[in-house]
């Protein structure tokens, strides 16, 4: 059994668990006492002739184009094709986007990425190059109604070569199952004629975006202003971890630099997510700095979690962002249930540190308490967990949550489907 879940948990790159009784658990066997069988694991393969077909297929459909584009999406890392999408992007020359789950698969610093495709909720420009696009293909994708927001994307069936880790599905035409992601996308970028169309359309029509409005001296911090001083933290040597709410919209519009790590769970929407994912992430990359971007209402779920990343020594800079509730659900359904009772989370930290481990908390009010909370985290205090309370007002959201909520509130009240 434990040969069977660690060979699933290695061929499907998905968590595995066994069940066993707790009475039988330390009972010795004679098999105990013999050498371990040597493991070997089959490795996965493409039909040959599948593979083949599916390419040239692919091939024809992209090839006769005007302005294709490529589309990352989460799948990518499961089907551990990331390399093989990039080697497609650079044979084909093709504008590439990113869906919001599949972020940080991509690398943003490729000379001819344009962002992430969420729709009305995309990086500025981008949206509009994908859907009018004449052939896109879709590298891994999910969708649901969060990364649809709303099922409200408007892409054409009949247009679109959606690439799954073992099947590839061609407009409204062949399907080609056996057929590995990762084998598809390099036979293709064999394949695939030049065709820069897309990335050169999107090249003339680009505005860099602007920057926040200056602060006051002691004005009230912005969520905006904050997102502009954890941007410069971003590195090689950083990885950011954005929690279920506003922190999704705020975090997706971070450019991460080549080597930073990111995560986020869009498929559940699990409010607490982050609290735990940091915990494991920093265990499982301690050369890496974690920096987390999490919500009152979130923390407050997973809390706990804390205790355990101070056992084991993280350093990780947590930035709890304060605005008193669930913002992200006030803009699907409000009501009174999305408003929590405050905490004095860096007192709640304190106590769960007890002297014990690495640590250091603080609330900031404004930029300039931003700032030296940050110079302390990333200097005196780099080798300690840094817990930063960030007090913002309880309206002061990304206008992609306003508009990914109204989507999202509309596509939850439509009528039930008659049928």
């Given amino acids: 059994m434990i040969d069977t879940a660690i060979s699933t948990a290695l061929k499907e790159s ?15 066997h004679p098999t105990f006492a013999r050498e371990p069988v040597p493991f070997v694991l089959s490795p996965k393969l493409s039909n040959k002739m599948g593979l083949e077909a599916a390419v040239e297929a692919a ?53 001819h990425f344009i962002g992430t495709y969420w729709g009305a909720v995309s990086t500025a420009f981008c949206a509009e190059i994908v859907e009018s696009a004449d052939a896109y293909l879709f590298a891994g994708p999910i969708y649901n109604d969060y990364s649809s927001v709303g099922y409200s994307l408007l892409l054409k069936k009949e247009k679109a070569i959606i690439v799954q880790p073992d099947r590839v599905i061609i407009g409204n035409g062949p399907a080609f199952g056996c057929v590995l992601m990762k084998d598809f996308l390099r036979e293709l970028a064999k394949r695939l004629k ?20 200056k602060a006051a001296p002691k004005e009230p911090l912005r969520v905006n202003v ?21 922190s999704w919209f705020n975090c997706q519009k971070l450019k991460l630099p080549s080597g930073c790590g990111y995560e986020f769970q869009m498929q559940y929407g699990s409010i607490g997510w982050s609290v735990g994912a940091t915990l494991g992430y920093a265990q499982a990359v301690p050369e890496k700095r974690v920096i987390a971007c999490i919500g009152d209402g979130s923390f407050q779920v997973t809390a706990q979690d804390v205790s355990t990343m101070l056992r084991c020594g993280q350093k990780t800079i947590i930035f709890l962002i304060n605005n008193g509730g669930y913002t992200i659900e006030v803009e699907i359904h409000d009501g009174p249930y999305n408003v929590i009772k405050n905490w004095n989370y ?14 250091w908390t603080t609330k900031v009010f404004c930029e300039e308490e931003l700032i030296e909370a ?22 002061d959201t990304s206008k992609e949550l306003l508009e990914w909520g109204s989507r999202v509130s509309a596509a939850n009240s439509r009528p039930p489907n008659p049928q």
């Avoid at 200097?379 to 913002?392: N, Q, R």
């Fill in 14 to 28: 998905k968590p595995v668990y066994i069940s066993i009784g707790c009475n039988l658990a330390a009972i010795p």
């Fill in 59 to 111: 091939a024809e459909f992209l090839n006769k184009a005007v302005k294709p584009v490529l589309v990352g999406g989460p799948k990518l890392r499961v089907a551990k094709a990331c390399e093989a999408f990039v080697e497609l992007v650079d044979a084909g020359g093709y504008a590439v986007a990113v869906m919001p789950s599949g972020k940080g698969l991509v690398p943003e610093h490729h000379p």
């Fill in 194 to 213: 030049h065709n820069n169309t897309a990335f050169e359309n999107y090249h003339r029509i680009f505005v860099p975006e602007g920057q926040p409005l």
């Fill in 226 to 246: 904050l997102f502009q001083h954890i941007q410069k933290m971003l590195s090689g040597e950083t990885a950011v971890i954005a929690e279920t709410g506003d």
């Fill in 346 to 359: 860096t007192a709640l930290v304190d106590a769960i540190h007890n002297g014990e481990g690495k640590c």
């Fill in 374 to 395: 940050i110079e302390t985290a990333t200097g005196a205090k780099k080798d300690c967990l840094c817990f930063i309370e960030v007090i913002v007002h309880k309206d």
